[in-house]
């Protein structure tokens, strides 16, 4: 009686849900921020669905679609405690740096780890080394194929940055081409800095999702709960930087 009790009062925090995902008891979608047990079954819609949750002194954990059988052709149904995959991934956090002035879009766009996944945050200034001028004739433009055509877009910026919005990934299936054009005595020269592929998310939802995991985490300790943020992010939505997770946790 002591275990059964024991099982029924565990809670697993949904942190992430991509695509459709059903509770079954209540046939309502479920939603970040819900408290599961163990012995909740979910159905996803798409074979491409995923959650994540975490549950206190357990750590993160992940459903994925493409890994369960049975349903039927239109769902596919999971019971928490036999589907649950702990989340084991790390990832090396680069040390902040007190004279941080902005991210080498060389390095920054770049990521084996997460398959040149790259976390964009929408509408929100990603801070540029000042080595890279920025005005009306030295920019940063993408380019990415869309129906069998070459698409070209300028970025909009700051002095600090460059910033990034829906409007301008549209079309987009696969990998962006991110390119910096400048000006020099013999004219306009652009140049490939990077090829990767973009995740854009709002900054609040991930703070939510952020604070969620603080929250049920069980962890005290600021560099290790760090670490779990990286580790969600990296692998539900893609690459970001040191100082934009330090935003997230703010």
Known sequence: MISLAFVQTERYYVTFIKGTVLLKKTGKPV?????????????????????????????????????????????????????????????????????????????????SETHDRILLLRDEVLPIAPSYKMDNVNFFFIQYVSDSKTVTKKLAHTDKGVIFSDADFSGISSSIKFCYQEQTTSGPRSAMLAEFVPVLAGKEELRQEAKLIAAHS????????????????FDNYGKIGTQEIDKLMQ
């Open 31 to 111: 939603k970040i921020g819900d408290a599961l047990l163990p012995t909740d079954a979910l159905v996803f819609k798409e074979n491409s669905g995923k959650v994540s949750c975490i549950s206190p002194g357990k750590g993160r954990f992940d459903i994925s679609a493409a890994k369960l059988s049975g349903g039927n052709k239109n769902e596919l149904l999971a019971v928490l405690k036999s589907n649950l995959v702990p989340s084991t991934s790390t990832y090396r956090l680069s040390t902040r740096s007190l004279m941080f002035e902005g991210y080498d879009p060389k390095s920054y766009f770049v990521s």
């Open 218 to 233: 069980g962890i005290a300790d600021k560099k290790k709960l760090k670490e779990y943020i990286t580790g969600h992010v």
